[in-house]
């Protein structure tokens, strides 16, 4: 019976190639797109899961009650960890850990290399195994170091041999010999931390001056919990720690009005399980963790497989028809409902397994290119778990139950005669209306979420910043030279160069250069009587001059004034923080013997991510803080040719360290990298759900004018032109577009708006996105019913006649 049933099913497919060849490119097509989609949700999904103790161990942050409202912290202070070990019940261990780059020295090879400076309890807290060496205690002591098995190749081209080796890292200033206790194995792809060597945390170039400071706070915390204490406990447990160790901070914020929270508390621990810490955010004074990405991404992974399973059932349907003759000689020999039921299940069942075939082929064709496009790590191993592949599995037995059965539920209910007259009344086809309206919203939406998406990029990429992004390169300073000598050795380099206009430096990068790094601080103060926050940023000569920042008052530093190691510049947000009618006047005391006066006020620019909001910022000129990134402003002509010729400089002044220069509009675009990924997905999501619409679309206005041969044939005997024939067949369709717009317009329009609120400044919500989004989703069902009906409609009305 069932080789009886699959070669029917054979028959029956190679019989209407049309339909069988639009259903195996619109599954297979989605199934490939699909897999390499839900690959990447799940693996964004999985990060940080490899720990082992990632049930108790949590990333520490400390809510602040102040007068600009409720802030949120992630940087601590040095003694902070030690002083909860001892003070704090039911905290088995506490690790501090700064990311920085390490320059590591090894014969004549200099590498500048992502290192970690941690507790050694850091390896007992995280899953990192050690593959060679010290396996039990990677870190055994303050000279020793970790390598990953990458790095390792890179610096000694192997990792036989390695333990016990000795290299050279530049801590601050200093070069010092450190030992290869452990090769690590290489840190996972979904992991939040990621690190070429790790060292241990005393030898951080900020330790000593700063391990007995509380005001001095640039690292993140994390806390393993005792068995059974409860992130609840540990909270109240902090209360009285965090009163006596803070009660300065305290005593400030309620002098400036600071406003208690609900528990009546002014600064208060908080701890985020680590299996959030990578979708976490800290804004509005709010800890949120946000997986609206990956869950996007499995949404419209959900939404293609669900447009295209549509199109089948609705296929199933269409083609039921043409097999009422065939259902009817069957029930005239005897078959019944079950085996009516069994032959239309089989037939789905072999058009999804060939389907699904081609899709896994595609989707593994597709990878290398998918994973360029959305700049992701994700591999097939995090699709072919048990469960994932039992979901799927699950979902296709559905799929093609619905698929199979509905028409099979159909033909059953037809009286023989009239299965063998070939009579099929679907009656108001209410299924087949709602899917159509369903697939059609989903298009609309996405293509709405498309339109808004690229508004928005645009926006972001064309923004006045304030700053001349175009013509400026920025450089880490990755080197063994003192900073400021390696500027002052490009500016030489450089001088005699028309094209080269200005070079200056500083201690932060604009964007995201191509170090990958992001980085800003922050300091408080007391400013007559009330605390005043402001951002820092260090520089050099000629800072404002090589940006092009706008001076709205006082001057810039100048190498004619002795004394600009004791002077500062703000921004326009600063000085009207410090509320002062003259700023120029201001003289700010840093300690007890040192003041520091204002000399110049900027005009507000974006030093940090475009989505924030632009806080005050102050700029120092003091040399005893390295600067850790050159800024080369160049002409807008022969700009390939000017970054040549920096790129040159770079290797006569640094000529052991890599050169990684780019534009700063290069560094903008890669903080909004995520959007534009997004974007691409969405895109991606938009035309292939509209195609798949449309393949529906196609197959269901073929039933529709089967149906309605004979009552062509008449209007055009009576004299109806093929135009209105052919709107007639196409309105009822383009009805049901118009009822998605409906549906569709307000849910795109909240989730759209939802999704700007999190950028300080955004493209307005136009309707013209929306009306855009409709109207193309109108063309294109127009297009594609119109050019069957048009076909149906110039048919010979005689013929038209006969066909009954």
């Known amino acids: 019976m069932l080789k009886n049933y699959l070669k029917i099913a054979w028959r029956n497919l190679i019989k209407n190639k049309v339909f069988t060849l639009a259903n195996i490119i619109g599954l297979s097509s989605a199934f490939a797109v699909a897999i390499l989609l839900v690959m990447t949700a799940l693996f964004e999904l999985s990060f940080d899961s490899f720990h082992e103790n990632k049930a108790s161990v949590y990333q520490l942050y ?234 996007m991404i499995l949404g419209i992974a959900f939404v293609i497989i669900f447009i295209v399973s549509a199109n089948f059932i609705n296929m199933s349907i269409a083609l039921s028809e043409k097999r009422l003759k065939e259902i009817g000689m069957r029930k005239t020999l005897g078959a019944v409902k079950k085996q009516l039921f069994i032959q239309f299940w089989m037939e789905s069942l072999f058009v999804f397994g060939i389907s699904l075939v081609l899709g896994l082929v595609a989707s593994n064709m597709l990878l290398q290119p998918f994973k360029t496009l959305f700049n992701t790590k994700a591999s097939f191993a995090d699709v072919a778990q048990p469960n994932v592949i039992f979901l799927f599995g699950i979902s296709i037995f559905c799929i093609t139950l619905v698929a199979g059965g509905y028409p099979a539920l159909l033909m059953s209910k037809l009286s023989t005669l009239r299965a063998l007259k070939g009579k099929l009344d679907l009656g108001k086809n209410r299924l087949r209306n709602s899917l159509i309206v369903l697939q059609f919203t989903i298009a609309i939406i996405l293509i709405s979420g498309t339109l808004v998406l690229h508004g928005q990029i645009e926006f972001m990429r064309n923004k006045d910043l304030g700053y001349n992004k175009e013509q400026v390169v920025s450089i880490p300073l990755n080197g063994k030279k003192d900073s400021y000598r390696v ?67 006082g001057r810039m530093f100048d190498r004619n004034y002795a004394a600009d190691s004791l002077s500062l510049v703000i921004n326009e947000s600063m000085a009207k923080q410090l509320g002062k009618e003259d700023p120029l006047a201001v003289s700010i005391p840093m300690d007890d013997s040192t003041a520091y006066s204002v000399v110049g006020v900027v005009k507000d620019y974006n030093f940090q991510e475009m989505s924030r909001e632009i806080r005050p910022l102050t700029l120092f000129m003091n040399k005893d803080w390295d600067l850790y990134y050159a800024y080369v402003k160049i002409a807008p002509k022969n700009v390939a040719k000017s970054f040549e010729a920096i790129e040159t400089a770079w290797e006569k002044v640094e000529p052991q360290a890599e050169f990684l220069g780019s534009f700063l509009d ?96 955004h493209v307005a919500l136009s309707p013209l996105f929306f009306v855009a989004a409709g109207l193309t989703a109108c063309w294109i069902a127009f297009i594609t019913v119109g050019s069957r009906t048009l076909k149906a409609a110039s048919a010979n009305p005689v013929r038209s006649l006969r066909d009954e």
């Open 62 to 295: 400390l809510s602040n009650q102040t007068p600009r409202g409720t802030e949120i912290g992630t940087s601590n202070p040095v003694p902070l960890a030690p002083a909860l070990m001892d003070e704090v019940s039911g905290i088995k261990r506490a690790v501090r850990r700064v990311s920085e780059d390490a320059l590591v020295t090894f014969n004549n090879k200099e590498l500048n290399l992502d290192a970690e400076y941690v507790d050694p309890s850091f390896f007992e807290i995280f899953t990192f195994p050690a593959l060679l060496g010290n396996t039990e205690s990677p870190l055994p002591d303050k000279n020793s170091v970790s390598l990953s098995e990458e790095s390792a190749q890179k610096i000694f081209g192997s990792t036989d041999n390695v333990i016990g080796k000795t290299l050279s890292l530049k801590i601050g200033k200093e070069e010092r010999p450190f030992t290869v206790a452990s090769i690590l194995q290489n840190s996972p792809a979904n992991s939040s931390i990621d690190f070429d060597i790790v060292i241990p945390f005393e030898n951080h170039p900020e330790y000593e001056t700063d391990k007995d400071r509380w005001d001095s706070q640039f690292l993140p915390i994390f806390i393993q919990l005792d068995k059974g204490v409860s992130v609840a406990q540990f909270e109240e447990n902090t209360v009285p720690f965090t009163e006596l160790h803070y009660q300065g901070g305290i005593e400030s914020d309620i002098r400036d009005g600071a406003v208690p929270d609900a528990n009546g508390k002014y600064k208060q621990f908080h701890l985020m399980p680590i299996s959030n810490m990578h979708f976490a955010t800290y804004k509005s004074g709010v800890a949120i963790v946000n997986r609206t990405f990956p869950y």
């Open 487 to 553: 500027v002052e050795l490009l500016r030489n380099e450089l001088k005699g160069n028309p094209d080269i206009l200005n070079v200056s430096g500083a201690d932060n990068n604009l964007g995201k250069g191509r170090d990958g790094s992001l980085s800003s601080s922050m300091m408080g103060f007391d400013f007559e009587g009330r605390g005043v926050v402001t951002n820092t940023i260090t520089v050099d000569y000629d800072y404002a001059k090589t940006l092009d920042l706008e001076l709205v008052a």
């Open 666 to 761: 290069e560094n903008v675009d890669r903080t909004f990298r995520r959007e534009k990924t997004m974007t691409t997905i969405v895109t991606s999501g938009s035309i292939l759900g509209i195609l798949l619409s449309c393949i529906g679309l196609f197959a269901i206005s073929m039933l529709v004018v089967a149906q309605r041969t004979k009552e062509i044939g008449v209007r055009k005997v009576v004299g109806a032109s093929v135009s209105s024939v052919a709107l007639l067949l196409t309105k009822d369709f383009l009805k049901l577009v118009g009822l998605a717009f409906i549906i569709a317009t307000p849910i795109a329009w909240y989730f759209l708006n939802e999704w700007l609120q999190n950028y300080a400044s």
